[in-house]
């Protein structure tokens, strides 16, 4: 008796276990069934790109990776989104999925912050100096240009967007015909505006050319022809005149 209630316990367990599996084996085929369904059910069919001046939106849908026919739900707005940030142009993006086939993104753009020009050749930069695009052919300057080698004056550069970013929030950028800032050593940083060459050396951008301008003034004025004016100093001003020629 006690051999028959062992085989019948050992069926009955074998029993449990292939229902179990079975039951298993049907719940993942359903699963899967229901996921290829699903998959299949909310294809992307629109990509809506919002908030783009620069960049097209065929641009814009390139960098974001975004396949045709892509499936709404298992989409990454994250992956999309760091996609879309490895441009220099992009500031910010949001990603809102609108179901049944729409995936909508807005991005905010940084704007042109200076040109800079690279043995003749011109470039739009962001305000970390990262390079936006080159511009081609006889461009009229419509920002301050820094001129010179970023990889060779690397901290002068840093310098030289400080006090572009002051020349811009000053209204200089829009109020003269043309500003070239010099790359160098910090120390020996020179900017030339409207063909007026000033030595502005490092920091305390703001007051210096806050006294430039005041000076600027008296020199029209007096109608003196100026060579150089060098503002480096804490408490005084530079004004080198040109001298006049004798024949």
């Known amino acids: 008796m006690k051999v028959k209630k062992k085989k019948n316990n050992k069926s009955s367990l074998l029993i449990s276990i ?3 599996l079975l039951l298993v084996s049907a719940l993942v085929i359903g699963v899967y069934a229901a996921f290829i369904k699903i998959k299949s059910a909310f294809p992307v069919r629109r990509v809506i790109f919002i908030g783009n001046k620069h960049l097209t939106s065929d641009e814009l849908r390139a960098l974001s990776g975004v396949r045709r026919n892509a499936n709404l739900i298992t989409l990454s707005g994250k992956k999309v989104s760091k996609k879309l940030l490895e441009s220099p142009w992009i500031r910010s993006v949001s990603v809102r999925k609108e179901f049944p086939d729409t995936l909508s993104v807005t991005v905010s753009e940084v704007l042109p912050f200076a040109l800079l020009d690279v043995n003749g050749h011109l470039f739009i930069i962001n305000e970390k100096g990262e390079l936006l695009e080159e511009l081609k052919g006889n461009v009229i300057p419509f920002l301050p240009i820094i001129t010179g080698d970023p990889s060779r004056e690397g901290e002068g550069l840093s310098e ?88």
């Open 18 to 20: 292939t229902v179990s």
């Open 160 to 247: 030289a967007l400080t006090l572009a970013k002051t020349m811009n929030d000053m209204g200089l950028s829009s109020e003269r015909d043309q500003i070239e800032i010099v790359l160098s050593k910090p120390q020996e940083l020179t900017s030339v505006i409207d063909g007026m060459v000033v030595k502005v050396g490092v920091g305390d951008y703001k007051e210096k050319l806050q006294r430039l301008l005041e000076l600027e003034e008296d020199i029209q004025r007096r109608q003196i022809t100026v060579d150089y004016i060098d503002v480096r100093f804490a408490n005084r001003v530079v004004v080198k005149p040109i001298k006049e020629v004798i024949r």
